[in-house]
């Protein structure tokens, strides 16, 4: 199956410096989608992003489908950010669609 | 509008007991996906409901199973408890699917004794 790779694994910030979380993967996808696991376990949807460029305040993330990676910003991060960033890959078609999750990103925001 | 709601919250079972789990999606979502989350394999996709019909599935034995009703709120079963069980499961809803912008449940942590 699909390979998704995400680095750094862990990444340790000040409050307001920026960032940049890739995700790598390994075939072609119909859509690709990032996620922020907060500490208590709830899965926020951040970009629902198949190409190009979106912006939703201080992030913004970038895929490039046909070098097959991913790119994660975020600025001026706050202590709110902290948590697992994890990107997820959607292939297939008719009735074989599958979802796959990479390990995840573990950000530490310290005040 | 209400987003997505998970029953049990918590749950404690013994090896080889059955269980269920009950996801509400966001008032007019037709696409219910669960997922299972654990520390070593991560979170992997079990299956995914539209229309009270399943219409995609992971990779996972078939004593996962679950169920879509007719307004959109799904149930997940496991049989025959592993302590491998163990597990924070999540749901998701969508507008149309098969996946989309999903929205996701607080979970349900599943602990096999």
């Known amino acids: 199956g699909i390979q998704v790779e995400q680095s750094p694994p862990d990444l340790i910030l000040q409050e307001g410096a920026n960032s940049t979380l890739r995700c790598n993967f390994s075939?072609?996808?119909?859509?690709l989608q990032w996620f922020h696991q907060n500490p208590w376990g709830q899965l926020i949807n951040l970009f629902y992003?198949?190409?190009g460029t979106k912006q939703n305040g201080r992030l913004s993330a970038t895929t490039v489908a046909t070098e097959r990676y991913s790119l994660l910003y975020i600025s001026s991060s706050q202590t709110t950010d902290s948590g697992v960033y994890f990107c997820?890959?959607?292939?297939?078609?008719?009735?074989?669609?599958?979802?796959?999750f990479g390990k995840g990103t573990l950000l530490t925001v310290n005040p | 509008k209400a987003g997505v709601t998970q029953t049990p919250r918590y749950l404690i079972k013994t090896r080889g007991q059955q269980v269920t789990l009950s996801c509400s999606p966001i008032?007019?979502?037709?696409?219910v996906s669960w997922y299972q989350q654990t520390p070593g394999q991560g979170l992997q996709f079990l299956f995914e409901y539209f229309s009270e019909t399943q219409r995609n599935k992971g990779n996972f034995p078939g004593r996962f199973s679950g169920r879509q009703f007719s307004n959109s709120r799904s149930e997940m079963n496991v049989s025959t408890l592993e302590l491998g069980d163990s597990a924070l499961y999540l749901c998701?809803?969508?507008?149309?699917?098969?996946?989309?912008?999903?929205?996701f449940g607080p979970g349900t942590r599943l602990t096999v004794t």
């Open positions: 075939d072609s996808v119909n859509n």
């Open positions: 992003i198949p190409s």
């Open positions: 998701a809803s969508s507008l149309v699917g098969p996946f989309g912008e999903q929205y």
């Open positions: 008032s007019g979502h037709r696409s």
């Open positions: 997820a890959v959607e292939r297939g078609g008719g009735s074989n669609y599958k979802l796959t």
